[in-house]
């Protein structure tokens, strides 16, 4: 008999299973998938991390998270300064003396934010969506070309209709900083996240190729209690109706050449390009190879966001109003299933950044695991 069986190698689940057995218990690990990680797993393709399931850099301004970590992962200096494509015009983000300075020729602090003061204006009061929120942080022109596309693409909801938040997790600097995160910590575990994970879960059981929800009787005959790390609404077998969720397909293809856009992440913010962005891999650890060679060739992904449905990997939880009720009534079940523990991006439906995803298992092991 297992004291915790966890469903889902990825970051929630393998802190857990690391945690419980620091402490002493017996625990099992299952997933679905034939990997560990979840979504922040990576491979090696043509001596690059090619980060499977989207592109993933860790920050955070939690230095508990970060030095716990540290255990398990040596972290690089790469640092987030994707590169906004409007129609062949670059632009830096997140929005910066840079961003500004393309946008509308200022050059100095006090012109650009007369600029955004005069565009603003349209906005009165507290702004009461996405599209509401962008106008009044860094004005019309920007949101129309910067903002307006590839939310609308990401989300594929019209930008009125999207709540203010998802715009607030990107700076607005009237500084010459490209840094996309105000992170005090920031980085990519050297060797991929794949390695950091496995050392997570060194000489933990893990069983692949298991969907718990497709055997549950079996699996919880094998544990006093569960970790579930998967889709809240497929627990419940979608008896309140579906949660929604994005999903992202990508197309990845090998190049032949040693460098394709120079950097890891472009944005395509019009509205006419179909992908959302184009990420190139090899950037995350600076085009070399772990002895610190250059790498000859080069992979890249064009990341297209779609509606999830059924057979889809969930990767966005949709967090508007109607999806937050009906989870807030899932939750209400949840709370009822004592032998249960529900967590993570999946089984909280949070749009949690990696951080908050360690900070809240290492809260809930407190907790749990005496
Ligand atoms: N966003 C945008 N233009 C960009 C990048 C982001 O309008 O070039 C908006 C978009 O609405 C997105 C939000 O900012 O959903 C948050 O972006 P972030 O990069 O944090 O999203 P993630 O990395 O989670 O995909």
Redesign the pocket.
Known sequence: MYDYLVVGSGLYGSIFAREATNKGYKVLVIDKRNNVGGNIYTEKVEGINFHKYGAHIFHTNNTEVWNYLQQYAVFNRFTNS?V?NYKGELYS?PFNMYTFNKMWGVTTPEEASAKIEEQRKEISGEPQN?EEQ?ISLVGRDIYEK???G??EK??GRDCKD?PAF??K??PVRLTFDNN?FNALYQGIPIGGYTKMIENILDDIEVRFGEDYLENRDKWNGLAKKVVYTGPIDAFFCYKLGTLEYRSVRFENEVLDIPNFQGNAAM?Y?DRETPWT?IIEHKWFEFGKDENGNDLPKTIISREYSSEWKPGDEPY?PVNDEKNGKRYAAYKELADREEKVIFGGRLGEYK?Y?MDATVASVLEKCKGELK
């Open positions: 994707p906004a983000l996405l962008a910067l903002i307006k590839y939310t990401q989300w999207l998802i715009i997790r990107l996309y944005n913010t962005r966005y749009y950044d």
